[in-house]
Structures are given as structure tokens and as C-alpha cells.
């Protein structure tokens, strides 16, 4: 076949890129720790993602309904995480247990009961 | 003889092999999909217990062995590498090779599973275990919910893991046999597909327990 050189051109590449992600994604987290540090460690996880998806996956050489289902099913997760972080940031504070020290099965149970 | 297998691997209800192709990628993604829902779920939870116990889940984050989870994420990434070159080597119709590659990964797969059982012995030992059955000394209110987080989704993805190894054992043994070619790839490509989502699902795991 004569795709297979260049594809596995590109495999390499991004392999090293891969490799190198993480040893950045890894150096990132050495530095003290701030409300950047998920945004930035996500980030570079999506830019893995998307090396892995985009290369190795063939996504673009695909029938274009795939490129949909993938696209919902994001969309979908995407809303999931927003609107549980919308309601647990702003949810009344007496709802929150503050403190369950080691959470039993009791004490969880109490701290939502009433 | 190429013909013939063409003709073979061709189903009654596909007109031709590029719809049979077709279908068999979307549905394939389609079950994809479903697997990034599956892992959404706990994705979720660590966003909802992560809001709740922030002080817990950053030193919980910082008890696990950083290190291990670097090499393990080196080796699932060199594997899903190795993987696509099997895939590319199938279709070239150079089997023998396209096994031996399949071989590196499955080995690279086991390598990446006995990281993790020595990183579970580890936590075991010192009962860093989900819920109630949680010992650490000294730990943050709520470190045992980020251990219960940690241990659900690691373990579903080992599950996944040990999976896909079975699967591309399989894989490995239709490659000797030369089963595929240029024009009859679908489930070595669907194989490869699955151990990349393993990949992801990994890619987003690491960063989120191990450094965040």
C-alpha cells in the first residue's frame, strides 16, 4: 500500500509529540500549585487528545457521520460537567458537608438526610 | 484470491465493500461514543467531589506515586503507537509483521497492567482503599472520596485494558494468518480504534489523579 511511508511519518512525529506533552504536562505540575494548574494540565491532555484522534484514529479519513457521533457524544459530556459544576458551586452552603471526617456510609447519609 | 476474499467478507445486505466499510466504522464509533459516556460518569463525580473536597483531592492527588503513573502513561501512549503501525502494516498486507508489532503492543499492554497491580499492592498495604474502607492517618475530610474516585476509575480502565489485550491477541493470531489486506481491514482497524479510546480515556485520567 502507499499510504503506509507518510503514515508512518506522521506516526512518529506524533509519538515524539506525545512524549513530549507529557514530560511538559508533568513539568507543569512541579510548579506551585494555582487555580491555572487543572486549565493548563486539561489543556495539554486535549492536544493529546486531539494527536491521538486526528493521527493514529484517522478521524478525517472517515465516513463524516463518525466525525457527528463523536461530536455529540463531547457535547453531551461537555453539558454534564458544566451543570453539575454550576449547581455544586452555587448550591446553598448548609446543603454542602463540610466536614464528614472519613465519610461512612452513616454519616453521608446523614449529612443529606434532613 | 483477493477478489475471493472480498467476496467472502462481503455480506448479503451491503451492496458493495465501501457501504460495508462504511457502516462498520460509524458503528464502531457509535460504540465509541457510548465508551466516553461510560467514562464521563466518573468524570463527573470527580468534578462534583472535587468542587466539594478541594484540599482532599490535591493531596490525595499528591499521595499517588507520580512517577509510576508517568511511565505507565509513556508506555500506553508507545503502545497506541506501535498499535497504528500494526494497523497500517495489516492493510499493506504484511501480516507477519503487522503480528510481531501487535506482540510489542500486547506486551507494552501487560507492562502498563503490572505497573498498575504494584501500584495497587502498594495502596492496599497501606490502606489507601475507597469509602469506608479507607485507614490513611492524617488525611484530609473527604481524602477517602478522592481514593473511591481513584479506584473506580482505574480499575474500569484496567477492565478496558485487559479487554483490549484480548482483543488484539486475537488480532495478532488473524495477522499471522494473513487474513487481511488493502481491501479487508475492519477488525484490525476496529481493534486499533478501541486500544486508542483505552489511550484517551488514559490521557485524561493521568493528569486529573496523578498532578492535578
Redesign the interface.
Known sequence: ?T??SS??KH??V??LS??LL?AL??A??SLP?GPW??PI??A??TA??AL??F???HLLE??P??RL??A???V??GL??LF??LD??RRFPLA??????????DSFRAAFDD | MSSDARAAHLADHFPDAEAQL?AA??GM??F???E??LF?GI??GY??YR??YPLAF?EGSAHLD?TLG?VN??VL??S??T???AV??A???RGRLAAATLGLTILLGAAFLAVKAFEYAHKLEEGALP??Y?RLDH?A?????FFTVYWLSTSLHAIHVTAGLGVLAWMAWRCWRTEFS?EYFVPIENA??YW?LV??VW??L???L???
Open positions: 500500500m499510504p503506509h503514515s508512518l506516526y512518529v506524533s509519538w506525545l512524549l507529557t504536562t508533568v507543569a505540575a500549585h494548574s487543572i494540565a486539561l495539554i491532555a493529546k487528545a491521538v484522534l493521527v493514529f484514529m472517515h465516513p457521520a463518525v457521533v463523536l455529540t457524544s463531547l453531551f459530556v454534564m460537567i453539575v459544576q455544586v458551586t454542602r458537608p463540610t466536614d464528614p471526617g472519613h465519610v461512612t456510609d | 462504511h466504522r460509524l464509533w457509535i465509541l461514543a457510548t466516553i459516556l464521563a468524570f463527573i468534578t462534583f468542587s466539594l490535591r507520580q508517568t502513561t509513556l501512549i508507545t497506541s503507537f498499535v497504528a503501525i497500517s502494516l492493510r499493506a498486507e469509602g469506608r479507607f488525611a475530610p473527604g481524602a477517602n472520596v488493502s486499533g480504534l486508542h489511550d484517551l490521557i485524561f493521568f493528569p486529573l496523578y498532578l492535578a
